[in-house]
């Protein structure tokens, strides 16, 4: 009931803000990107397990019966039927630069089996936090409930045409993949208003919920990148789905208003966006 989905929302919330506060103090002032001695990537990776082992620690002590889903350290099943989908810092090139846009994320979902791993494709979302640590925003959802940034109402933009409308996207971390999304981004950049890649796609999907974007789409998410920011977008009145009638996931994620999502869609089938998968 809702009483349950608001409890979820506020344990999502304080987890994220927990987290993001852990890996925004722990991030070192100076990091060398360029260092070849210990890899910075060594930094991220050491505060993308300090940052999910803290959401571990504190769902074990808080939910012990249900299951955990993260980047780092895989799925681990319970029996309450809540599984919580945890993205421990989503935005990590940013992280790793000192840009702004980094994340944590933190979703309780439900699935059919609490026994296997839950995926994009046949889970049912409950609720979300993304807490953003540079400027201290939270994002947060809980089914039927609606979508807030800092605890107020947000909402997508009404629907403009493709000409008027500023999109977001990303790109995989493969030269094959950014092959085949750069001839996408060739083909809609003259058609758009603009085109952002902010690093995130956690604050992607939020920063269209709140009307900082007013479409996204990209190929190639994983299923914490997604989890808690497609709850925030749909509860903020965007439509979140793949392409040809499949649901959103790691094959294609595009959202926006109704009205404005439907011409970028068919255009992303057309160029057969996902692969044609
Ligand atoms: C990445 C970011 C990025 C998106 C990539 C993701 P990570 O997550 O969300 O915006 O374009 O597809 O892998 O690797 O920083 O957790």
Known sequence: GPDEIRRL????????????????????????VHSTKSSPQDVVTA????????????L???????????????FRAGTSGVTWVVDPIDGTVNYLYGLPAYAVSVAAVTAP??????????????AGAVFAPWDGRLFASGRGIGATL????????????????????GFGYLAERRRAQAAVVAALLPQVRDIR????????????ASGGLDLYYERGLAPWDLAAAALIAQEAGALVTGLRGAPAGRAMTVAGPPGSFESLRSLLEDLDADGGA
């Open 197 to 208: 890649r902010i690093g995130s796609a956690a604050l992607d999907l939020c920063t269209l």
């Open 9 to 32: 929302v506020e344990l999502a919330s304080d987890l994220a803000r927990e987290a993001g506060l852990l890996v925004h103090d722990g991030r070192p002032a100076r990091v060398d």
């Open 47 to 58: 505060m993308d397990l300090a940052s999910e082992d803290l959401l571990r620690r504190r």
């Open 60 to 74: 074990t002590q808080r939910r012990p019966h249900d299951g955990v889903l993260g980047e780092e350290e895989g």
């Open 150 to 169: 800092d605890g107020r109402p947000i909402r997508v933009n009404p629907a403009r045409p493709l000409v008027d409308s500023l999109l977001g996207t």
């Open 113 to 126: 089996d609490p026994a296997l791993e839950p995926t994009p494709e046949n889970w049912t979302v409950l």
